[in-house]
């Protein structure tokens, strides 16, 4: 009994040794350690051309930098961790459709008042789209824009010129004529195609409607004459059965095989049809998305935030400014592809060489964010299952908007 | 007097140590008492900590606005009242997800039950290489990873260049769209999951039937029963509650039936393979709103007890 009373007592007083030791190794005070850790939450699988990225700023610096890989769909979950817990990286790439989340959650550090030390990371060298006052609450500045991603219309030249189109299509009217020639060269052939899963679709067919989708307050309201307008074009796709209505229609296949000649997409088609179908190279091309009344496309990509625990903000910010140097910007097209968000590395002659980086580029002069609200995650489900409900299962169009701006209103009390 | 007294001091004294005897009884008969609970008290705790707890905390959470800026700070939880519960009831999303579960339910528990007593009967006919060969094979789906059988299954399924649809076409039918019709699809995830389901089942079964003497199919045989009077006489009575037992489990499993959608259509094409849990998942993983969330899965949780309390009550008198 004794001896069990004596090891307790030595177990006790260890512990009780152990804990502020423990607890100076994982706070050590500000500004002593000279080559600070950084831990770095990368999205996608583009972690390893990361860490070759950073690579010259470990040398410069000193700092290191320990990127970890976050698959896109374990993001939110990954983020609902830290945030209970309160263990996060230091710095963390958002997703622009994210931002409502990451910001809700709190999770964020407001580097408002260090920014004026970082030259590169001033509001004006970034595209106008993604301005701070556009991504950020009032008086804060959550995130700084990291890389710049569009939608264009992808179109099989080849395809339209047997069809008799010399060109793409640049408005509505000539993308849904098209369509209808395209669609009738017969079974298993359409004229366009819709991802039954992408909600910004019926968004940006909104705004190039002419209207958009929040009112003066900020708050999201679909009941408008544009949107009741896009979401006309938006089904008539699927009454005028120009498009594919199988949910797991492969997009890259259709296009390669041409069955879906148009579509609009993002730069990452390019890049599959480039790999997978290096034989179609002159057959096809992207062009502005066509207009109504304008031609404006989807911004998306992702922007650069401080986790706002984290121990290492000075040498945070160090890393931020290093991103956001023109020449890193452009590195990273170089190797990973994903275009600048720098107003400056967008004009160099490896991207306005490029045909392809020339659209996306001309592009994102007109393109806008998806509304930074927190229910906009639940609103755009409701979105995409009212608008589908409609196309697929033959539910009142009138009926189902309605119903659709009942449910925006309660979504957003 | 002494006379008289002696008998009542004797009286006394049988009472004293009587009521001494009584007394330790009592006393061991009352450690007695609590071996048992020591016994099941581990277990019990296990049950508080992991069944009941989760539960109290759902129903408090569901009273909330939880949501991931709750999680961050408890300043941003207010409590609703029964506002989830009215906001729920009102979601025509949930309704379906509802009317989805019970078709899933009402297709999937009594094909399950058929099929895998069925094979376990037939598997029961011989012990033979080939025989256990079968056994190993039915068993295979139940212990495969889900990942691999939704990748397996989605490119049997697909629409563009699925296995099924190529071998239709060999015989001149057109194609269907397996997962992708909002029909068709209910069908297409429930067979996946009988398929996967099947084979512990099975397991069961034919463990229940070689608990059954072969006495009684002895005696059968001199009365002249065949094959399948034995059958349907001897082994399916006695295999009552094997059967009670794998429909229970069944239909538990089922009502929380969230796997083989989950990773086949995600609850696609608009919302018709969506379960009741996938609905929950969706409303708590992918929108955070936790609170909503509780809400729903409480509403599941009292749908199962209902569902099998009233099982359990049926047997109870079918005993009887």
Redesign the interface.
Known sequence: MNRVLRTALAAAAAFALSTPLAACGDNPPAGTTAAPTLKVWIMGDDGKNFTNLVSDFTASTNIKVDVDAIPWDKV??K??TA??SGNGPDVMQVGLSLLP?FQ????LLDLNTYLRDYPNLKNENFLDAVSSDKLNPAGKVLTVPWIADTRVLFYRSDILAQAGFSGPPTTWTQLHDYAVKLAARGKGQYGYYIP?WDAPLPIQFTWQAGGSVTDSTGKVNLDTPEFKRAADFYTSFYREKLVP??????QT??FISGAAPMLISGPYLAKAVADQAPELAGKWGVTMVPSDKASTALFAGSNMGVWHKSTNVVASLKLLDYLAAPATQLKWYQINGELPTVKSALSDSSITGDANAQVYTKQLQNAKLLPVV?AW??IQ?KLL?SL??IA??GADQNATLI?LNQDVA?LQK | MTQTLRPATKARATTVVAAKVRQATRTKRNGAHLTPYLFVSPAFLCLIAFGVAPIVVAAAVSLTNMDISGLASWRNVEFVGLANYSALFSDAAFWESLRNTAIFVGMGVPVIVVVSLAVAIALNQSSSRFFRALRAFYFLPAITAIVAISLIWGYLYNSQFGLLNYLLSTVGLPPVSWLTDPVVAKFSVALVAIWRASGLNIIIFLAAQQAIPKEYYEAASIDGAGRWRQIFNVTIPLLRFAIFFVSVTTLISWMQFFDEPYVLTQGGPTGATTSISLYIYQQGFRFNEFGFASAASLVLFVIIFVVTAIQLRTRRFSDD
């Open positions: 939110n979950e983020l609902t945030v209970a989340s809700a959650a709190g999770a039954q209505t199988a949910s797991d229609f492969d296949q259709g927190p995650d639940q489900q299952d589908n409900n697929l299962k119903q309660s």
